[in-house]
């Protein structure tokens, strides 16, 4: 009797430290399936300042057709240290009539190639933005996150190559290719100033899948009502980092040059995969080939709904049509803001002729007057009762008068003064999901917004593509004509949400 008393507070006893080791393996693994905030910060902060690296290649690119111009130079070597000098000291000479002859034609060499590898990574952005997008859940999401680091690691060593050997020109239209196919968009900017800067309202509204990856893991890993707070932290960081590195990367371009700092964008993207391989848990979902099945017909059957969401048959006659309004300013607003690509070039050209240093400062004023002005005029704008549809309207008002004014612009404290309107000129990008949320079942949310999102990454690819081509056969004669254009096609979003 005692033997079995002795017997079942042993199996007890045991059972109980079986349990406590289940309870501790359990936590263990709830842990490990959170990331910390400070990791991701990290992340990010790496992406924006190699982002911030990769956005100077159009000066880089321009520096060097300006060099091959073959009134100075016969050979097809670069020398870093001098490129910028060389470019400087060219645009100080615009009473030359051939010094003004030699930037025609960097400029028109510089918006070719750019028309090129944004056309060759066109159509790979496109489809892996969907694929990548809408599989998430199946892939997992440190591998989709880990793919653009990936795509844009390899972009980095086929540009070293290039620069470094001295490759011909079809080189730069494959790393546009290949880093298209990763679901990046870094290629997609390489002559704009900054993705997150220049001129704030093109560069601020960026959708990509790495900054979607992202956003799934900080809402994951926090909790509800600190869920906001976390976002506006991360997107303060972001902005912070952006613009002490704009600011920093200007001065050492005229210091030491391009090539060094490329080499950093590469360290900076391979310490991310390294971080992301090893901090970030996988979560990539399993199925049985039977779900698998399933899976497929059900994506085809969503892919349809998502075609057909804001059809005439799901809802009344005047729903559907303010929709379909609301959609179509977003869509031609998402084209018209890119015309703005060409702005690094335009503020290379004479009358600016702007040093590598001015561009730096220009980028890091630009974030600092949008983040500022664009949040109190929302404010201002929601306080005195105006809706969004009113708000919309006049910001495509602002956009139209900024590129005017940019337009017509000769001095440098003119474009200063530009980035006041800019600032108010991008609300259609912030509250188009708000807009047609309000008109949407919430079972219909998830597929209008994948919608959305298409249509964008659809309309700034082919803007980035037609306006490069605009700007290189006007820039001789009608160097502002992109500018004009832009500001004509924007009373189509203004007419559409009146």
Avoid at 323 to 328: A, F, S
Wanted: with cysteine; glycine share 4%.
């Amino acid at each position: 009797m005692i033997d079995l008393e002795s017997s079942i507070r042993h199996e007890k006893k045991k059972q109980q430290s079986v349990d406590s080791l289940a309870i501790l393996c359990l936590s263990l693994r709830a842990t490990m399936t959170v990331v910390s905030s400070y990791t991701i910060a990290t992340v990010l902060s790496l992406q924006t300042l190699s982002t911030c690296i990769i956005f100077t290649l159009g000066q880089y690119i321009y520096s060097y057709y300006l060099q091959l111009y073959p009134y100075y130079s016969n050979t097809t070597v670069i020398h870093f240290h001098s490129t910028q000098k060389n470019l400087s000291d060219k645009c100080l000479k615009t009473s030359l009539s051939l010094d003004s002859t030699a930037q025609a034609w960097a400029q028109q060499k510089s918006a070719d190639l750019f028309f090129w590898t944004n056309f060759w990574s066109c159509i790979p952005i496109i489809v892996m933005t969907y694929i990548l997008g809408y599989y998430t859940p199946k892939l997992g999401r440190r591998f989709v996150l880990l793919l653009p680091m990936i795509g844009t690691t390899i972009q980095l060593i086929i540009w070293l190559t290039i620069i470094y050997s001295n490759l011909p020109e079809y080189w730069w239209y494959i790393a546009a290719f290949l880093v298209g196919l990763s679901g990046s968009d870094n290629v997609r900017s390489k002559s704009k100033l900054n993705n997150r800067s220049l001129f704030c309202f093109v560069f601020f509204y960026k959708f990509s899948i790495l900054d979607f990856v992202l956003n799934l893991f900080i809402t994951e890993n926090t909790h509800e009502h600190e869920r906001s707070t976390h976002f506006v932290l991360f997107g303060a960081i972001s902005m912070i980092v952006s613009a002490i590195g704009t600011f920093a990367i200007g001065y050492y371009i005229a210091w030491q040059g391009f090539n060094d700092l490329y080499w950093t964008a590469l360290i900076l993207q391979i310490m991310s995969i390294f971080i992301v391989v090893f901090f970030f848990k996988s979560d990539r979902h399993r199925t049985l080939p039977s779900a698998s099945n399933r899976l497929s017909k059900h994506s085809t059957s969503n892919c349809f709904d998502i075609c057909t969401v804001f059809s005439f048959k799901h809802r009344s006659q005047k729903k559907s049509l303010a929709l379909l309004l609301t959609l179509l300013a977003y869509a031609s607003y998402s084209f018209i803001y890119t015309a703005f690509i060409v702005l690094l070039l335009y503020l290379l050209n004479a009358p600016f002729c702007w040093s590598s240093k001015q561009i730096g400062n220009y980028s890091a004023a630009a974030l600092i007057c949008f983040g500022a002005l664009s949040m109190l005029g929302m404010k201002i704008l929601t306080r005195l009762g105006a809706s969004d549809t009113m708000i919309c309207i006049l910001s495509h008002v602002f956009f139209i008068l900024a590129s005017l004014w940019t337009a017509f612009a000769q001095y440098t404290w003119q474009m200063y003064v530009g980035l006041i309107l800019c600032s108010f000129g991008g609300y259609q990008h912030l509250l188009t999901m708000s807009m047609i949320s309000k008109w949407l079942e919430p079972y219909e949310r998830t597929n209008a917004f994948t919608l959305v999102t298409e249509i964008n990454t659809i309309m700034k690819v082919l803007g980035y593509c037609i306006f490069n081509w605009i700007y290189a056969r006007t820039v001789v004669n009608y160097k502002n004509f992109t500018f004009l254009l832009a500001a004509a096609l924007a009373f189509i979003p203004l007419i559409s949400n009146m």
